[in-house]
């Protein structure tokens, strides 16, 4: 069971836990981490969820997951990029972008969470990555250009197009090209 720390609406931790699907059933506050991977040409990766994923199958998401119980935002990044792509990285590799809050539903869940969000500059090729088959179906990457598009048209097929932070997100990779 993976329980996660309940946060108030304001981002303070309120010095308990609770198990991951009550937070989702219940729209309890937590934190979840995501990373913005760029390499060397200007493309994001996107990595494509399991189709036996909960939350999103077979969408096209970045690298992101909850920030366990008692874990720091920093070492929840390095682990999620570990355990789904298989990149071991110290936190000083990556640049932190900010803590961004988001509310949302879906069919299955209510997902209110403070995003811990990085980026990653690397030169990685598609090959280079080792995917976690139980989370992900494959990695790919796009132009910038096209991530843009996407978002702008609130492409169904990603999992971030329709989120309020993406204009910022969007702003910061630009800065990064």
Request: net charge negative; glycine share 4%.
């Amino acid at each position: 069971m993976e329980y996660l720390d309940v946060v108030d609406e304001n981002n303070n931790l309120i010095g308990k836990n609770e198990e991951r699907n009550i937070i989702h059933e219940k729209g309890i506050w937590h934190r979840e981490v995501a990373v913005w991977i760029m390499n060397e040409k200007g493309e994001v990766l996107l990595q494509k969820r399991a189709a036996s994923k909960k939350q999103y199958p077979n969408k096209w998401a970045i690298c992101a997951g909850h920030i366990d119980a008692g874990e720091s935002h920093e070492a929840a990044i390095i682990r999620e990029m570990n355990e789904e792509i298989g990149m071991t990285l110290a936190i000083d590799d990556l640049e932190f972008l900010g803590v961004y809050k988001v509310e949302e539903q879906t069919e299955n869940i209510i997902n209110n969470y403070f995003n811990y969000t990085y980026f990653l500059k690397t030169n990685w090729k598609i090959e280079d990555y080792t995917i976690c088959l139980e989370e992900l179906s494959e990695v790919k990457y796009i132009p910038l250009v096209e991530l843009e598009k996407s978002v702008r048209l609130g492409n169904d097929e990603m999992t971030f197009t329709k989120k309020s932070y993406m204009p910022k997100i969007i702003e910061e990779l630009r800065k990064r090209l």
